[in-house]
Every structure is written in C-alpha cells, then in structure tokens.
C-alpha cells in the first residue's frame, strides 16, 4: 500500500528520526529512502521549523483529535520550495504517542483534482438534467436531435450525430452543428466505425486515424472521433458521435459519451414504444370508427366509454347521449348472443367479449332486420305458397275423382264444365309455376333478355285489349302518345310486365274504379304509367313491395292472395332491359306504377317514330 500509494507518506519517530519514506516520497522530495531513514529529513525550511515543531507537539498532545492538516511550504533535494499539504497524525503504541506519520501531495494537485470533481458533478448534474429531458420527449427524431445537442455540451465536442443501423446499413439520422444536407446519408454498416466498435465488444471507442473518407470529415479540422453504442432491447439500435476538431477528449469524456449512449437507448426505446402505441391506437381507432358493425367499450360498472359511429347509426343514439351511462339494450353474457328489436322496429344482433387485462367489456351489434324479415317473409312465403297450391290441387282433384267415379251418371254439361274447372285449374298451377321459376332466376341473376328495338305502343295496345270485359267495376282508359318512339328491350320480357303491373291494378282495387294506362316520351326515355283507385301503398312500403316474398302486409296477403314474386320480377325484368320500375302514391288515393324504358332513338335522331 506503502509503495503504491500516490502520497509521499514520512514516518517520524519522537525524535523526528525517518522511519519510513516511500517511493512516492523519493519522487516528491528527491531524496532515496536509504539515505532518509534514521535520520532527520532535511525537507523543513529554518523559518517553518517553529512552526513544524507547534504542529507535532498538537498531535502528541491530543489536539485536534490526534491529527492535524496544513497548507505549507517543504524543500526538495535541489532547494526548490514546494507548496504541500500535509497531513499529520499521530503514531500510537498503546496509550503513548511514539511518533508522528506525514502525508505530502502537492497543493496544486489537490486544487486540480477537485477542479476536476467538481466539473465531473457538474456534468452529472447536468446528465441527470438532459436524460430527464430526452426522456420526456417522445417523438423519436425530437429525442435524437435533443441527443446530438446535449453530446456537444458534455462532452465539449465540436459536433455530434446519431446514426441507426438498419440492417447492413447505417442512416445518419440526427446531426449537431454539421451541415443539414449529411442529413439521411447511408454507409454500408461493414465498413463503418460502428462496425469496428461491434467487433470490439465494448460500447464506447476512440478513433483518430483514417477520418478522411467518412462523411464526417466534413467537419473542418476533424481530428478524434468518440462513439458510443446505444442498444433497444438488448439489441445494438445504433450509435452516438462526438467529433472533436479543437480540443481532444479524455477518459472523463469517454464516460459521459457511455452514459449518453446508453441513455440514448433507453430514450429512443420508449419513443420507438410510444410511437407503435399511436401507431396501434390509430389502426384501432380507424377500424372502430370505420367498422359497419355498432361497438361499444363498458366499464367494469356497465357504463358505456366508447360509441362508435355505426352505434349511433344503429342505434339513433348519439355518443354523449349514452357515455357514462348504460347502453339501450340488454347484454348477452359472455360468449352468447342476443337478438332483439329496438323501438324503432330494427332488429339486433349483439355480442359480447370482456377484456381481462382492464375489466372492461367489448360489445358488438350488427342490424339483422333484413334477415330477420326475410326469415319471416319465407316462413310466410312456404304457408302462403302451399295454400295457393292447395286449393287449385284439391279442386282439380275433386273433379277429376267425381268425373272418375260418376263418369256414367254426369250430363254432358255437367261433364264439360267438370273439364272446364280442371283446365282453368291447371292453367292457374301452370302461373303460379311460372312466378316461382321467373323468381327464382332472377334470385340467382339468371334472367336472359334480348335487348333489341320494337314497338311499345303495340306491347300497350295487345296487353290492354280486352281490360275492359274482364270486370264489370272497373274502367280501362288508354292514352298512348302519338310520338311514343320505339324503345330497346326484350318485347316477351315487356309483355310480363306490362301484364303483371294490370293484373296488380285490378288486383289491388277490389272496390273497382278508374285503371289508367299512359305513356309518352320523357328525353331519351318512354314511360308508361298505371294508376288505379285502390288501396295504396305506404310510403315505408314502396320499395318493399319489390323484394322478394314481400306483400304490403300479411293481412293484405290473405286478403289478395299470390306469393309475392310479382313486382319483384317486374322489377327484375325492368332492369335487365335497362329500365326501371317504382310505385307512387296517385293523387286522390290509390297507387300509380311508373315504367321506364330506353329509347331506341335520342331526341334529335332522324329516326322515325312509330
């Protein structure tokens, strides 16, 4: 400990005889031990020999706790004064004093090493400042440029940087007091420093030789590089520079640049976390906002703490209007689900789903009314079909058993009208049939028309001819334009139309009345419009009434009877010709069916009309 020790340590007996003098002793005063030991150290200037003796007398006296420290003045081998301080002690054997033990370091030494010190907690103090500062920023380019700036302050490098690795390359992404342009440059992470301090093993590394072909010999006067290795996770992210062109860093520097890049790490590893969280919270507010599906968030009390828009769509309830409070329908416990109607008449499917992690619950609904009405439109649509088919098959049944067992005992009229029934049967199956299989292709989008150009007045007049024999309570007016051009369509397709949108009118007005047919030329379209004095349509069901299975409502399905494939298929064949087809309220009462259709000639084509 002696010969290691920094401080030239002099052991004194009583009599102020050497009896130790270590090598730092030898270096400080300039005298060999063997030349020291046993007698008086000539190292005490004469005008500081009362003062010396006062001192050790204070120690051998117990004064000052045994031990006293001065700033003085000590001779060195070749006269030179030195400015010392001295720690004396005193050198006990049991209870007695039985000499003295002298520390020597040179005053000046002192003064730099604490110089030292404090700069060193100077600097501390203000890495605890800029780590504190770096990690309360959490955009990661922010917290790298913070970096770069803070490394040129602790470090009195002249300019810093901070590049990623990414792969096999690097990408200097932050720079300090270096031109704006180096900015985004990459190098091939092989030949790099970074490279080098990989293989090192260590995490911090000076280089001062071959700094001209790297891009920071853009600085002018670049002569030592310092840089520090920063990891994420356990992984090397990439590394911080210190470029010194005025001044060359020491060991205290080196340190810092460690503690920087290690901070650096930890800042740029939350970033890098904080920004995958807004990432992942805007993936999830995006798809929670945009999803079709109604989602709520509940707490663990029930209340509602998120309402997406599809909720309020669903719903009719605005977001302030539930949040903190209970959604507006009963939950499914977990793992289930609930089907229920609103008071609006929509029906819900909801689901259910808790969040262990937070307590919280996840609740999902979706508008099933369409299903849940063509549900019931088949359950009613497979009833309405077997009574439509029942009642011409028992009648026909019945006939054709009278006519099997009373063949003999019948008249001939009774025979034919017999005969008359079960072929006015037949031919109303042979329709019905009709409608389901039209119905059923153009379900599965498989009705085939001929678009072709042919004559919509002759389509009118053929299927009108005869309306008005067919009820004694209802009129027939047909009013067809003169200029009605020919239109493009599938004459066969139009005739179905044109007849099931009559049968309708006469259908749907059991009280008789005026029927109305009218058709003229709208631009480049003709229209053909069919009123009736019946019972109406509801507004809520004027779109309806073209679905499939779908009557105004099961009491007029009774009440009228049919399957509820007509309109439907009128539309279908519309549009498959390239028209259209829509119900409307007649002024007065009743409905009017208006058709659409193209023409086969545009206003001002030289093509004549019919």
Known sequence: MLASSPNAVVALDRDQSVLVWNAAAERLFGWPAADMLGRRAPIVPGELTAEHNAVLERVRTGGAGNSVSLRTKRLRSDGVLLDVRVDISALRLGNSVAGYVCVHHLAQAEEAAKSRMARRARLVRRLTDVVGDINAELELP?????????LTELTGADAGGFVLIEGDKLRL?????????????????????????LRTGKTVMLESEGLGDLVWARLTGLHTIALGLAAVGGRPYGALYALFARRK?????????????????IAAGNAVAYQEAVRQRAHERA????????????????????W??????????????????PPPFPLPGPGEKRTFQLESGRWLDVVSAGIEETGEVVIDFRDVTAAKELEEAKDLFL?????????????VRGFASTLDSRWDKLSDDERRSAVRTIAERSRSLGGLMDHLLLGARAGADEL??????????????VATLGLPVLSDKH?????????????LGDPLATDIVLGQVLENAFKYSPQGGLIRVEAWREEDTAVVVVDDEGVGIAPTDRERIFERFVQVDSGDRRRFGGVGLGLYIVRSLARAQGGDVSAHPRPGGGTRLRLVMRCASPIGSDTPTR
Not at 173 to 197: A, E, F, I, N, W
Not at 314 to 321: E, F, M, N, Q, V
Not at 383 to 395: D, F, G, K, Q, V
């Open 249 to 265: 860093p020491g060991h205290l520097e080196l340190e810092l640049l460690e503690l920087l890049a290690g901070h650096a790490g």
């Open 287 to 306: 798809v929670f906002d945009a999803s079709a599906d109604g989602i709520a968030v509940l707490d663990e009390a029930g209340r509602v703490l998120r």
């Open 475 to 487: 009129r027939v007016e047909v009013r067809v334009a003169d200029d009605l051009p020919r239109v």
């Open 383 to 395: 009833a309405t079909t077997s009574h439509e088919l029942r009642t011409p098959i028992t009648i």
């Open 142 to 150: 922010a917290v790298l440029d913070r970096i770069s700036a803070s």
């Open 448 to 461: 085939a028309v001929r678009i072709e150009s042919f004559d919509l007045a002759e389509r009118i007049d």
């Open 173 to 197: 992404v932050s720079t300090y007091q270096l031109p704006d342009q180096l900015r985004g440059t990459t190098r091939d992470l092989r030949t790099s420093l970074v490279d080098k301090l």
């Open 308 to 325: 997406n828009p599809a909720a309020v769509d669903l719903t009719g309830y605005a977001a302030a209007a539930v949040i903190g409070g």
